[in-house]
């Protein structure tokens, strides 16, 4: 049973540029939220998707979208990179209606702006 | 929002038992988790307390007292890989179900 999965595994970028990170959630989950971790810090919620549809987001501008495919994988993408958003993104999955939603966390995505 | 308040940083010794305590503040409350997150690694689930009491797997309990906004987790009989971030969580009670983190405890076990 494949847990979830996030590709690249490292990534480098320059100021201004575009990002794309993949996430698929483990088996028989149906639902994919996002979460950046800065060093040092707790993962922040960045946003969900269930049924292909953005459910909530969190306190992360526009330049953060995503996106739910048919198969319940994700991407998340970033523009317009800033040196701030270096961070550990990590993709967490989920089935929406089991009674402790318990969220699965795949290994991140380690992105570096410079 | 939530705003979540868990220790920075604590050591302990290998065999010993270590407490980290979490408390919250919220405005929706629908659960607990504790998380363990090695150096690098993504965060694995410990436990989840929705009601009050405490919750026991093997070396691992975790309490929670909705009224006081508290939970902790206890780790017995430690271990060197434990050393580790320990990440208390709250989940909303929001469509979503989101969780917010507190910053995490860095646990070292020294021999």
């Known amino acids: 049973d494949a847990g979830v999965t996030q590709s690249p595994t490292h990534l480098i970028k320059t100021r201004g540029q575009q990002v794309t990170l993949r996430c698929s959630p483990k088996s028989g989950h149906d639902t994919v939220s996002w979460y950046q971790q800065a060093l040092g810090q707790g993962p922040q919620f960045i946003f969900q998707?269930?049924?292909?549809?953005?459910?909530q987001r969190g306190n992360f501008p526009d330049r953060f979208s995503g996106h739910q495919f048919p198969n319940y994988s994700s991407e998340l993408n970033v523009n317009a990179l800033l040196l701030g958003d270096s961070a550990l993104y990590l993709c967490?999955?989920?089935?929406?209606?089991?009674?402790?939603?318990?969220?699965?966390f795949g290994p991140g995505t380690r992105l570096t702006v410079l | 929002g939530q705003n979540i308040d868990q220790p920075t940083e604590m050591t302990a010794t290998e065999g010993a038992i270590v407490q980290i305590n979490c408390t919250y503040q919220t405005s929706g409350f629908n659960g607990l988790f504790w998380y363990q997150q090695h150096a690098g690694e993504a965060p694995t689930f410990l436990s989840y307390?929705?009601?009050?009491g405490l919750e026991e797997k093997g070396r691992f309990s975790s309490f929670l007292s909705r009224s006081k906004g508290y939970s902790y987790l206890l780790l017995k009989e430690l271990q060197m890989k434990d050393s580790a971030s320990y990440l208390c969580?709250?989940?909303?009670?929001?469509?979503?179900?989101?969780?917010?983190f507190g910053s995490g405890t860095q646990l070292t076990v020294l021999p």
């Open positions: 969580a709250v989940r909303d009670r929001g469509s979503a179900r989101q969780l917010t």
């Open positions: 998707y269930y049924e292909e549809e953005e459910r």
């Open positions: 967490a999955s989920s089935l929406l209606l089991a009674a402790s939603n318990e969220q699965f």
């Open positions: 307390n929705v009601l009050d």
